[in-house]
């Protein structure tokens, strides 16, 4: 199976207290081909390994909160400032490396038509001397 995934998570609070920070977020999204080894492929209830690699991708952004003004216009009052909060984005690294993930889940449906699904994977986004590590669980449809 060829497939895309993406994963918006934030940082902790202990982390931001680390950095001195009031907020932050971890991107990552990944393409891959990952193998299916199913159970019970025929039946109403389908238990099934998944795993495989690809191309993954990481955003770290910190970020503070912050007020933006714009111009805003009324017919009656004309043009007038209006303040809305928005977010600095103080620094960010992106990098795009090769990685790996393996999981399980479970369909449940009928053998002719779409399937809900839930499953777990354990994905490794591998660097020289670190790596990324993140296990999603997702809830779907699939046909």
């Known amino acids: 199976m060829l497939e895309f995934n993406y994963s918006d998570m934030g940082i902790n609070r202990q982390?931001?207290?680390?950095?001195?920070?009031?907020?932050?977020?971890?991107?990552?999204?990944?393409?891959?081909?990952?193998?299916?080894?199913?159970?019970?492929?025929?039946?109403?209830?389908?238990?099934?390994f998944i795993g495989g690699g690809g191309l993954y991708h990481r955003t770290q952004e910190i970020t503070e909160p912050a007020v933006g003004v714009f111009t805003g216009f009324d017919p009656f009052f004309g043009f007038y400032p209006v303040a809305v909060p928005v977010e600095n984005v103080l620094a960010s690294r992106s990098v795009m490396k090769p990685g790996v993930n393996i999981g399980a889940g479970f369909t449940v449906g009928s053998r002719w038509k779409g399937k809900f699904y839930a499953e777990a994977r354990y994905h490794r986004m591998l660097f020289r001397d670190t790596h990324t590590d993140a296990v999603p669980v997702n809830f779907g449809y699939r046909w």
Request: proline letters at 9%; charged letters at 10%.
């Open 15 to 48: 982390t931001l207290n680390a950095f001195n920070v009031t907020g932050g977020s971890v991107r990552l999204w990944s393409l891959t081909v990952n193998p299916i080894v199913r159970l019970n492929p025929k039946g109403p209830v389908d238990w099934y």
